[in-house]
Each structure stands twice: as structure tokens, then as C-alpha cells.
């Protein structure tokens, strides 16, 4: 048997899970060891290759998660809050690297993950790219060179599927601008104006949602002040950015010590 780590894909027939399968049985340092589903869907039994319409490729997609984690040395998770924070304690478990890439967690999930850490080496991020990835940094470093005379608007658009607002990408880079600023996101955070809102106030960071169609993701950084504007941009035009981040992180976590990292430091930004 191969001693390449084992990657078990959560969310299998997902917009991501797909992708995810497919970068990793094209990765030649990563073995697909598991194809996970939620119970009751029409996927499991069957294998993984032929659900997607293609050729068999030995994984039978199941809903048992801890037997198909005892044999992961990853798991690769884009699914839904509930699924992902149940998945965390199964990681754990298992001593498997658990990649999260699922968004729309609560502060709630966000502290059961944190616990799962004490014991795993996870990896979160809200976004996987290396472009978004390089875009908080330059938020960061844009955000501090400038002062409130520059109102910072988040403006995010996706695909009309998309259950959760603001993304976690918009999140990140409102983090990310919170903190060339020096402040909480929490305190200055506005989104989603409607009605009479009053004037804005300053220093305010906004958030704004589009959803429409099959828009992959899109994300505008804003630094308005009297005069001029910077715009900071990100395209995404295919998934595919986003599983070969989540390939990487589940790689580069084989030899990290248990803890919660990000992209950041997979890609060493
Ligand atoms: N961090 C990043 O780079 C990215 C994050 N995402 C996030 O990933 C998540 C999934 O996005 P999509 O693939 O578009 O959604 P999707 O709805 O197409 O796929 C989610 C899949 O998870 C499955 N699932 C739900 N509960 C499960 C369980 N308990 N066990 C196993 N599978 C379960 C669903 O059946 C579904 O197939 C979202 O939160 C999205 O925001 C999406 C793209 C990039
Ligand atoms: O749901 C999506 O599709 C995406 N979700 C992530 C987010 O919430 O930012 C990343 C990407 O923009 C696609």
C-alpha cells in the first residue's frame, strides 16, 4: 500500500466536493481515501468516479465518518456548520488534518472548533485561493497606511446558491482591514444598509451582498475619501483555485504540531 497521505473528501457531490476529488486523484503526493456524504443522500453505495459521471475509481462514497476517517491521515471539509463542527471532533480523533473551508460558522462554532485544535492541526480559511489570500495582505497594508478620512466598503458577490452573507472571504478582508486600522471588526462593523441609516459613520467598515446567478466569487475592497478611491479586486472564475489551496493546506499540515492555522501559513504570507 501506498505511504502517500490518505484525503477523505466531505460534501462529496457539492459544487466544491467535486472539485475536491478530482484535484486529489490528480495529486500525485495524495492518495482519495474517503468520499463522505450526509445520510439519506443518493450518492452512498455508490462509488465516487461513477457519481460524477465518469470512470470507477475504487472509493464507494459512505456516510460513515469514523470509520472512513480511521484510515485518513486528512479530511477535506466544505460542507455546512453543523457538518463541519461534528466533523472537528472526529478529526480529532483520528489525528487527521481537518481542512475547513466551510463558511457562515457561528462564534459559537468557531469555539467548539478551537477546542477540537487543542488536539488536531487544522487549517480555516474562508477562502483557499493564493489571489485572496494575497489581497487580505494588501487590505492590511493599504487599511494602515491610510486614516478614516477613507471609508472602507466591502462589496462581495456569488452565485445564487449561496446561503450564507456576508462570505467568509468579505469577513477575512474585513478582518484584515480592521486590523491595519488597529480595531476591532466587531466595533466598526455595518451591514447591509436599508432605510433611513442615517449618515455614515466614520470609520465604519460595510459589508454588501450580491447574489446572482453562477457567479463564482467576486471581491471589491473599497478605500473611498473625498476626491478619490482605491478599489482592491478579486475575480474568482473557477472553483478550482479553491481545491488546489485545500489539496496544499491538507499536505503541508501532515508534519504541524496540533493548532488552528490559516492559509496564511500554508502559502507563508
Ligand atoms: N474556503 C473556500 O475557499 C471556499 C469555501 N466555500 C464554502 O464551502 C461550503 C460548501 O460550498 P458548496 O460546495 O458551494 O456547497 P454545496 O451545497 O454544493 O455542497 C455542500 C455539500 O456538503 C454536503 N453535506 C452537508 N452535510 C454533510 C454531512 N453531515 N456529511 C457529509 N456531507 C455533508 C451536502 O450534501 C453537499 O453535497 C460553503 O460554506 C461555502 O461558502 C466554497 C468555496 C470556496
Ligand atoms: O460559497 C461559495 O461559493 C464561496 N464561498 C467562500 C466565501 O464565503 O467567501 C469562498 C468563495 O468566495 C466561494
Known amino acids: 500500500m501506498s505511504d502517500l497521505p490518505g484525503i477523505v473528501v466531505m460534501g462529496a457531490s457539492g459544487r466544491m466536493g467535486q472539485m475536491l476529488i478530482n484535484e486529489v486523484l490528480a495529486n500525485d503526493k495524495a492518495r482519495l481515501v474517503g468520499a463522505l456524504e450526509r445520510p439519506g443522500h443518493d450518492w452512498v453505495g ?4 461513477e457519481c460524477m459521471g465518469g470512470q470507477p475509481v475504487g472509493v464507494t462514497v459512505t456516510d460513515d465518518a469514523l470509520t472512513t476517517m480511521a484510515k485518513a491521515q ?20 483520528a ?37 485572496v489570500n494575497l489581497l487580505v495582505q494588501l487590505t492590511k497594508q ?15 458577490s456569488h452565485h445564487h446558491h449561496k446561503v450564507d452573507a456576508p462570505s467568509g472571504t468579505a469577513l477575512m478582508l474585513g478582518e484584515a482591514a480592521a486590523d491595519g486600522r488597529g480595531v476591532e471588526l466587531a466595533e466598526v462593523s455595518d451591514r447591509g444598509r436599508d432605510g ?21 466569487g467576486e471581491h471589491d475592497v473599497m478605500f473611498a475619501a473625498p476626491g478619490e478611491r482605491i478599489v482592491l479586486r478579486h475575480l474568482a472564475t473557477d472553483r478550482a483555485i479553491f481545491a488546489r489551496g485545500a489539496v496544499k493546506a491538507a499536505l503541508w499540515g501532515q508534519d504541524k504540531k496540533p493548532g488552528e492555522y490559516s492559509m496564511l501559513d500554508v502559502l507563508g504570507l
Do not use: C, W, Y
Not at 46 to 49: E, I
Not at 142 to 156: G, H, K, R, S
Not at 201 to 212: E, N, P, Y
Open 74 to 93: 486528512a479530511v477535506i471539509d466544505f460542507t455546512a456548520p453543523a457538518a463541519t463542527v461534528d466533523m472537528a471532533e472526529i478529526a480529532a480523533q
Open 46 to 49: 455508490r462509488d465516487v468516479g
Open 95 to 131: 489525528r487527521a488534518v481537518h481542512v475547513i473551508g466551510t463558511t457562515g460558522l457561528t462564534d459559537e462554532d468557531l469555539e467548539k472548533i478551537a477546542l477540537a485544535g487543542r488536539h488536531a492541526t487544522i487549517v480555516r480559511a474562508g477562502n483557499m485561493s493564493l489571489g
Open 196 to 216: 433611513i441609516t442615517g449618515a455614515r459613520k466614520r470609520g465604519d467598515i460595510g459589508f454588501h451582498a450580491v447574489r446572482g446567478g453562477d457567479i463564482v
Open 142 to 156: 493599504v487599511a494602515a497606511a491610510l486614516d478614516e478620512d477613507f471609508d472602507i466598503e466591502i462589496i462581495e
